[in-house]
């Protein structure tokens, strides 16, 4: 089986060195105000490398660009929030692949199950050549990828039992996003797969109306999960990313200084990101034990041994091309 992965979807070319001293006509810009929206709490990672790029952006651009952030699914859940990038009244967001292979079947070929061991593999493969392959049909598409930014690898919670086994999971109500890969990942061990709106997801966890979810480890806890799950599984069956994303009608309005400035200041609020999820992951995971939660370490050899309808499935969907063309970056890639 392959090794799962991770796209990065980011512009292609790469940002060059700018600094606002070096374009005065950033000071003859008209004030422009931005809003950027994403799906998770102000405090976690991809809010404090949100606040970091809007301030840095503001500044760079001696305030002719202000960006005001809505956290949290202020303006809608993911899918909601990826469409209207695409229309341009929200400018600027976070979708993961999953949200944008709605648009670009290509995204879904890069969320395979079991692709990637660690972060190492994922960021290898994510700043290699998937860039340019990714990047310019999300253009066509309205979505201008700027950067990918870390999400972190999924892991399944759950009311019922600890799971050690495929076997544990099978039976349970199982929480995913509608997202394919996700879905038939679940699929493939047996759950019962349950599509509920994230903004909706801790209250359905608390009134028992499925029996578990999976989502990253930052997630997890920072949604307070740990308050209405007793058992967590380091399953790592998926990587997601976000990808910082600009709307194209937003992107064409900015001066090609200002795209510099916003491509430089991607990286650097990516990097943050992935820096704090790094440091921060095995410490929430000690504060979830902490919290009660029940944490195992299964042998994830019998769950890759499974994935191959899982597998099927987003080929189907992807288009077998793209799959195929994904497995060889990251062979080629990681050899």
Known sequence: MERKTFIRAAAAGGASAVTAAGFPSLLRAATM???????????????????????????????????????????????????????????????????????????AAVVLPFVFNDRAEVFKVMDGPVIEWLAPLAAKQGFITLRNWDYGFRNVTNTVRPVNTPDDIKGLKIRTPPEIQIASTMEALGAVVTPI????????????????????????????????????????HIYNNMILTVSAITWNKLSREQQAIFREEGVAAG?????????????????????????????????????GPA?????????????????????????
């Open 271 to 307: 990097d943050l990101m992935r820096k704090l999820m790094g440091e921060q992951e095995n410490d929430q995971i000690a504060k979830l034990g902490a919290a009660g939660m029940q944490i195992t370490r299964p042998n994830l050899a019998p769950f890759r041994a499974k994935m």
């Open 197 to 236: 709106s994230f903004a909706e997801l801790y209250l359905a966890l608390s009134q028992k109306v499925v029996d578990g979810e999976e989502n990253p480890i930052a997630t997890i806890y920072y949604s307070k999960f740990y308050e209405v799950q007793k058992y967590l599984a380091l399953t790592h």
């Open 33 to 107: 105000t931005l809003r950027f929206a994403h799906y998770v709490p102000a405090d976690h990672p991809a809010g404090v490398a949100a606040k970091q790029f809007a301030e840095r952006v503001a500044a760079r651009t001696q305030g002719a660009i202000a960006i005001n952030i809505f956290p949290n699914n202020q303006l809608g859940d993911p899918p909601a929030q990826a469409a209207q990038i695409r229309q341009g009244s929200i400018d600027i967001g976070l979708p993961t692949q999953g949200q944008l292979d709605k648009y670009e079947k290509a995204f």
């Open 311 to 335: 597998v099927k499935k987003i080929s189907d969907y992807a288009g077998a091309e793209n799959v195929d063309k994904f497995v060889a970056i990251v062979r080629k890639t990681l050899a």
